[in-house]
């Protein structure tokens, strides 16, 4: 299986909630993730999308980003979330796509760094949702990864 | 039926996604909403709560505050949320509550001041989850209240 197939996978078997908000991993690469949700899964009463539902999907995104990087490490390390902003500048109104994209060398070597010397890294993620070429929903997340012990 | 009984059928009606999450309002008075929802419907990978659906169930207990404030204005003012941070002290490893109560007189007034000479007031409204009496997931939405034209 490809990783964002394995992604997915993980996913759909271990977050049921993710199968009824339609989430698909169409790309899981260590630089870049996207997770897609189709609308009429997420509707609201005003035919936009549920503020809720465009946080779980940035924040799958982003927490999709950090499996993907350490999936040779998993069973070794724990993948935690301590807090979380989102910003909804535009309605949603149609399937939407949210992307993470890994922060700068400097920030993500600093970061694996960090995990390597402390046994805890923390890391800011950001994940965007674009409508017709726009940023629509802005998230920041913070997460840690811990090494696990013994 | 009462009006807690009409808020929650009416996010079951509208916005689907809340069956999923087996979100039930089991609260709603103009002074405090509480909506709750399962373990078992939004359980994660570590066997605790997932982070989208504590965001979904408190954005539902702050909007149905505001609904319920405005229960007899419907159809004439929109319910619109800008922003949200949310603060995961504690994972939540059981059946959970959000409660949203309204904010100060003082607040309350200044709000529907705002909103009745410009026909839009701002509010901050913050929702909690409670696990063995402890504060465990901190929500603030961004909400404004706008009166439909024409």
């Known amino acids: 299986m490809s990783t964002q197939a394995i992604v997915n996978q993980y ?10 908000l339609g989430s698909v991993v169409e790309l899981a690469t260590p630089q870049k993730v ?10 609201n009463h005003k035919q936009t999308v549920f503020g809720g539902s465009l946080h779980a999907i940035t924040t799958l995104a982003c927490w999709g980003l ?9 069973g070794k390390i724990d993948i935690v979330i301590s807090k979380s902003e989102i910003d909804y500048k535009l309605p949603i109104k149609s ?3 949210a992307i993470c994209e890994r922060p700068d060398t400097l920030i993500w070597t600093k970061f694996e ?6 046994g805890k890294g923390r890391i ?7 409508e017709n070429g726009k940023i629509a929903v802005a998230y920041q997340g913070e997460f840690a990864v811990l090494k696990q012990v013994g």
Chains 1, 2 share one sequence.
């Open 66 to 74: 950090l499996y993907t990087n350490f999936i040779e490490s998993l």
């Open 124 to 130: 800011c993620l950001e994940a965007t949702i674009t």
């Open 113 to 118: 760094q960090m995990l390597a010397r402390k």
């Open 95 to 97: 399937d939407f796509a």
């Open 11 to 20: 996913i759909h078997d271990h977050i049921p909630i993710t199968i009824a």
């Open 34 to 43: 996207m997770v897609t949700a189709p609308f009429l899964n997420n509707i």
